[in-house]
């Protein structure tokens, strides 16, 4: 087993109700649950991210219900690097030409994306428990993390210690966004000091 397999193959308990686990593998549950939560009123399909769901790189973060292991909760980790610019500005879909980014100090090579919790099983902290997932593998991976927020998912984001980059813009079909950003403490303090 290598490195990368060790990593994904570990499975942590975090509270008596949830189970985390990573994998690499798409399950059909977990296009379920992207779709009823992310793709309202779209085709089934909508919910696959080609390029992504496909790449080597990409690892996926399942919560499970620790008795029965059915999947609530689920995230993506992908690599892809942010900003992609160099005056900062970011406009692979077009709809955010122009705008300014923060000056980072830490890379963000991952990109937190289509996090998804179980109707039923939302605002109880399962949400941020896959944030806080993510941020510690990430900062295993020496990097940050970015992610394009629903308006609404901003404080749960905040909280976790996320800052916005971005005014709101519209993601057609989906609703208004803001790009947020997490470098860890390092974000903060020249690198020589890490
Ligand atoms: C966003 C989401 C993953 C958060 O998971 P969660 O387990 O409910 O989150 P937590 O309990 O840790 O935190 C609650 C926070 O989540 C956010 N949230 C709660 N319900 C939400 C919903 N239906 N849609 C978007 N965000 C929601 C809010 O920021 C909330 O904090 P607030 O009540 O202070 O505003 C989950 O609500 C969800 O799947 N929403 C629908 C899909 C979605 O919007 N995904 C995020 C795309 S950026």
Not at 77 to 84: G, I, K, T, V, W
Request: charged share 25%.
């Amino acid at each position: 087993m290598n490195d990368r397999e060790g990593v994904l193959g570990d499975t942590q308990k975090i509270q008596a109700a949830i189970t985390l686990r990573w994998t690499q593998e798409m399950t059909q549950a977990h296009l379920d649950l992207r779709h009823e939560q992310l793709r309202v009123g779209m085709p089934r399909g909508s919910e696959r991210y080609p390029g992504v769901d496909d790449d080597p790189r990409t690892r996926f973060l399942l919560a499970l219900d620790a008795r029965t292991d059915a999947l609530v909760g689920c995230a993506t980790m992908q690599a892809d690097e942010f900003p992609r610019d160099a005056d900062g500005s970011r406009d692979a879909d077009g709809s955010r030409a122009g705008m300014k980014v923060h000056p980072l100090r830490f890379p963000l090579l991952f990109r937190l994306r289509a996090m998804a919790v179980a109707a039923g099983h939302q605002n109880r902290g399962i949400g941020s428990t896959l944030v806080r997932e993510l941020q510690r593998q990430a900062t295993a991976d020496e990097s940050g993390l970015w992610c394009n927020a629903r308006l609404r998912a901003v404080p749960m984001y905040e909280r976790c210690g996320f800052r916005c980059v971005t005014e709101v813009y519209e993601l057609p079909g989906i609703g208004p966004h803001r790009d947020m950003v997490w470098g860890g403490e390092r974000c903060y303090h020249p690198r020589t000091n890490t």
